[in-house]
């Protein structure tokens, strides 16, 4: 600097006589003198900057420390300047960024390493910052640039200076290590809460009471026991044991806890409510970094279910082996290799009659005779699953019997084996040949019911019968008699007999009713006896005079015989049966013939009481046409002499017959007019809805009727009014309609003229109900006025004048409503369809009781009350009665109102709104549906006098009656009845 004549600007140490280091900061440069040849002078300062240098140094050894303890943990350091919005940022930043040290990177940059959705997040937390000096705290993504997603933690605050921000300083932390950490302790915490096993953590210790605390548990933990992780944490697992927990398992635990070994064993737990349930669970213990042991990690899985499969099928083979020992047919098991018998039960030992130990050292062909053995053999070596077949079998004492086995391959004991059932089917074959007799017997017997219901004529069925039974049954004698009344004197009787019997026919003494055949008829059951019972019931008259001459019978079966109205004809005998005795089986088939021969006797009965009936019937239909003739006679007589069109169409609507008065009204002939001409003098305009309900009423044979015009021989149109009805034949098919017509052109030329003059009342009505209104508002609005002129300067009479006079105009207005309700009421169009009575009700309650809500009051309404109306009008009705029943009961302590239904003498219903208010005298009844009739002063309990009037008209409108029943003091019933399906007005 000083060869050159350069400034001098210089920092360096030196040593002090004292060996201390200072240091001296050096500033100096050279002047020129103005004198040639000289050497310039040089002037300059010496300052001591050591406490500057120290804290410089310390400054600079701070930062390389920052820099340093950044780099290990992954923060690095920013600010940004509010007035330049200059960045600053520390070597980790750009490490982060995955950027040299000192390349450009300006904040638009780094907002936009950020991923696209956290962008708008690092924007707005800044803007806030820069604004409002609010700080933030985030974790975000971001893409360095190599590409890599990180997950970073950025924080950072405003500096404020004079209340305004100078600039914005924060940190930038990778986490991503740690995002990964908590992501991956994330899932394991969900598979780990999700398992259907159940995962309870613990402290390591310690082991003896009150044992080690719990610190997890997992969902299925609180599925399992019904405790929450609230109530168990911090406590022992020992709260899950119980009575039946096992000890000896429970010390076998302990050890291995005590010897830090894993652990596993089944173990009965307690759930919450001390259900029990068991455990198989696997205890392991869990060390850290340093080997030391700090939890216990225990997996449990439910086996209750296993535990009681295990238990039930201990159970199932007990149940079994007792099963196969008590079980009523024979059952064994034998070796299929040496075919000897393993086991043998009960039934087959009292069965067979060998004993347990003799059975056991047997074969198989020791039951089986020798017969069979070489079938046997044959059958061993079937290696079937299943297999069945019938036997012969051979008992101890040596009888054969038929046997039924069926056997099926299992392991006993270790060795191949096969169980077999037999089952002793002697009875059963038995009876399977019993039951091919008994088909073969009903076959002979449905041949029987077809040769006795051939035969038309009485004789004839009763000798059919006796030959048939006889046959069926299989029998030498058989006998049908009728009986008349149980007189046996007029019996009828029809005798077969064998060839056995052939030559004693007319040894027989006719019955008079006091042998033991008659006891049959009077209590109308069946009887079967041998020889032996007959010869000795006191009844058995044998065979009379010839018991001398005529062989004695072998058995004897009788049944009744039957009417369709259940009292006896008579009966069937049988006697001396082919083979054997009489059986309960020939006494069913007996009485099956004697069922179908009573049908066949009285069908023989009713066909000759036909024959003899058909010759008075045709002399019956002869006197029957005649008058018929007279009859049709006299309706032609009648109907040419009635005012009215009187005609008559058949089925398909083509006319046959019309009346002098048709004649009359439009010309013409029967001819002119018959089939379906007669549509000609019908009004075009009404010709199509005349078709369409003749239509209707033929399909559904409904009457057939309306309002039509006729067009009249003098070129007048007339109003007629028609209505036919079907005549049914004796089948129940339509034979012809009959009809007539009635002339109603003058009805409608009235109903025309009281239509008009209804509309004219109804405008009358409205301009009276207008000029009324407008000097009631006058007197209202001026007396107001003068009520606020006067104010506070009233007096008390004055006051009351001015109430009195708006209280009249309120009810003179309420008065000109409810007179135009009850004209209205009388001329609005009805609208039927169904009604919710009981919705009504309801309503209408809640809104009274809205109103007085202090009042106590029993509101009883039934269900399900529907009537059919005009639901406008229906809703008149209710509110008049259920308000007279809320005002006149209003002086009670309870108002009780009830809406209910009765029935009449008819059936029909009859709907009723019942009171406890103050009721009336009975005498002035009649009054109560007249307007302005009150039987209540309007001190008492106020009102016009209207509603009862207006109600009574609504009711009558739908063809329905309105009446009360009442005393004073006792409250008040008002009935009325609206009709089950809809009324046309």
């Not at 016009?944 to 008209?953: E, H």
Request: charge should be negative; hydrophobic fraction near 40%.
């Amino acid at each position: 600097a000083v060869a050159a004549g350069l400034p001098l600007d210089v920092e360096f140490r030196i040593v002090t006589a004292a060996g201390e280091l200072r240091w001296i900061h050096l500033v100096g440069r050279a002047h020129e003198d103005g004198q040639q040849g000289q050497a310039p002078r040089r002037s300059g300062v010496i300052q001591e900057i050591t406490d500057r240098k120290q804290a410089e140094l310390e400054i600079a050894r701070g930062t390389e420390l920052l820099n340093r303890t950044g780099e290990l943990a992954k923060i690095g350091g920013w600010e940004v300047q509010a007035d330049t919005m200059a960045p600053y940022w520390s070597q980790e930043i750009y490490r982060i960024h995955d950027m040299e040290p000192g390349a450009r990177l300006s904040i638009g940059h780094a907002i936009r390493s950020y991923a696209p959705e956290a962008q708008p997040i690092v924007r707005a937390a800044a803007e806030a910052a820069f604004l409002h000096g609010t700080p933030w705290d985030l974790e975000l993504p971001l893409i360095t640039e190599k590409g890599r997603r990180i997950w970073v933690r950025t924080r950072g605050r405003a500096l404020l200076r004079d209340g305004k921000v100078v600039s914005l300083v924060g940190v930038l932390q990778d986490i991503t290590e740690q995002h990964q950490a908590q992501e991956h302790l994330r899932l394991l915490e969900s598979c780990v809460a999700r398992l259907n096993d159940i995962v309870l953590i613990t402290e390591a210790g310690p082991i003896d009471a009150p044992g080690p605390r719990i610190v997890f548990v997992n969902d299925a933990f609180e599925r399992r026991t019904g405790y929450t992780r609230e109530e168990v944490l911090g406590r022992t697992p020992r709260l899950l044991q119980g009575p039946r927990t096992q000890r000896a398992e429970l010390e076998r635990i302990r050890a291995a806890l005590q010897s830090w070994q894993p652990v596993r064993a089944e173990l009965i737990n307690y759930t919450k409510d001390r259900q029990e349930f068991w455990l198989d669970l696997d205890i392991v213990p869990i060390a850290d970094a340093k080997g030391r042991y700090t939890h216990w990690v225990a997996v449990e899985r439910d086996i209750t279910q296993r535990k009681r499969a295990e238990q039930a099928l201990v159970d199932s083979e007990q149940r079994y082996a007792a099963l196969f020992e008590m079980a009523p047919v024979p059952m064994w098991v034998y070796d299929v290799a040496t075919s000897r018998f393993l086991n043998v039960n009960k039934a087959a030992v009292d069965s067979y009659g060998y004993s347990v130990e003799e059975f056991l050292g047997m074969t198989l062909f020791d039951i089986r005779p020798e017969a069979e053995h070489a079938r046997l053999e044959r059958a061993l070596s079937d290696n079937s699953v299943e297999r069945k077949g019938s036997w012969q079998h051979r008992r101890k004492d040596g009888s054969i019997f038929s046997a039924h086995a069926v056997s099926r391959p299992i392991q006993y004991a270790g060795v191949p084996a096969r169980f077999v059932l037999a089952m002793d089917v002697t009875a059963q074959l038995k009876a399977e040949r019993d039951v091919q007799e008994h088909l073969f017997t009903l076959q002979r017997a449905a041949d029987a019911a077809q040769a006795i219901t051939w035969h038309q004529t009485l004789e004839g069925t009763m000798h059919e019968v006796a030959e048939q039974a006889r046959g069926v049954v299989g029998a030498h004698q058989s006998i049908v008699s009728l009986t008349v009344n149980s007189d046996w004197k007029q019996a009828i009787n029809a005798l077969s007999l064998s060839d056995k019997y052939a030559k004693y026919r007319d040894l027989v003494e006719p019955p008079d009713g006091t042998g033991i055949y008659a006891m049959v008829c009077q209590t109308n059951r069946s009887m079967r006896m041998t020889q032996a019972e007959l010869e000795a019931h006191p009844r058995w008259r044998g065979f009379g005079s010839y018991a001398d001459k005529h062989p004695a019978m072998r058995g004897w079966l009788a049944v009744p015989l039957t009417g369709r109205d259940g009292r006896n004809i008579g009966l069937l005998q049988l006697s001396d049966k082919y083979e054997g005795e009489f059986t309960q089986q020939d006494e069913y088939v007996a009485l099956e013939l004697a069922q179908l021969a009573s049908i066949a006797i009285e069908n023989a009965r009713l066909l000759e009481e036909v024959s003899q009936l058909n010759t008075g019937l045709e002399r019956k239909v002869a006197e029957r046409t005649l008058e018929l003739e007279r009859q049709q006679a006299l309706f032609r007589g009648l109907a040419e002499q009635a005012p009215q069109v009187v005609w008559t169409i058949n089925p398909d609507g083509a006319a046959t017959y019309f009346n002098r008065a048709w004649f009359e009204l439009v010309g013409g002939k029967l001819e002119d007019w018959t089939g379906t001409q007669w549509f000609s003098v019908i009004h075009p305009e009404d010709l199509p809805e005349v078709k369409a309900t003749w239509e209707t009423a033929r399909a559904a044979q409904l009457p057939f009727m309306g309002i039509r015009r006729v067009l009249a021989r003098d070129g007048s149109c007339h109003t007629m009014s028609y209505r036919a009805s079907p005549v049914i034949d004796e089948h129940g098919r339509v034979a012809f309609w009959v009809g007539i017509d009635a002339d109603i052109t003058e009805i409608k030329a009235i109903e025309a003229a009281l239509r008009l003059s209804n509309h004219e009342l109804e405008a009358f009505s409205y301009s009276v109900s207008h000029d009324l209104r407008s000097p009631l508002n006058t007197v209202d609005g001026f007396s107001r006025l003068l009520a606020k002129q006067l104010g506070a300067n009233a007096g008390d009479k004055v006051s009351h004048y001015l109430s009195r006079i708006q209280a009249g105009v309120a009810q003179m207005g309420q008065l000109i409503e409810d007179l135009l309700s009850l004209a209205q009421v009388s001329r609005a169009p009805l609208s039927n369809k169904s009604v919710d009575l009981s919705a009504l009700a309801h309503g209408i309650m809640d809104d009274w009781q809205a109103r007085d809500p202090d009042r106590k009051a029993v509101i009883t309404i039934e269900k399900g009350l529907r009537a059919h109306g005009d639901a406008r009008l229906v809703r008149v009705v209710m509110e008049n009665l259920l308000g007279n029943a809320w005002k006149f009961s209003s002086h009670e302590g309870v108002t009780e109102i009830t809406v209910g239904h009765t029935q009449d003498a008819a059936g029909l219903p009859v709907y009723f709104v019942r009171d406890n208010g103050a009721g009336f005298d009975m005498a002035y009844a009649d009054k109560l549906f007249n307007p302005f009739q009150r039987l209540h002063a309007a001190s008492e309990f106020p009102g016009t006098g209207i509603g009862l009037a207006t109600s009574s008209r609504v009711i009558k409108r739908h063809g329905g009656r309105l009446w009360a029943e009442s005393s004073p003091g006792h409250g008040a019933t008002f009935f009325f009845t609206l009709p089950k399906t809809p009324h046309t007005s």
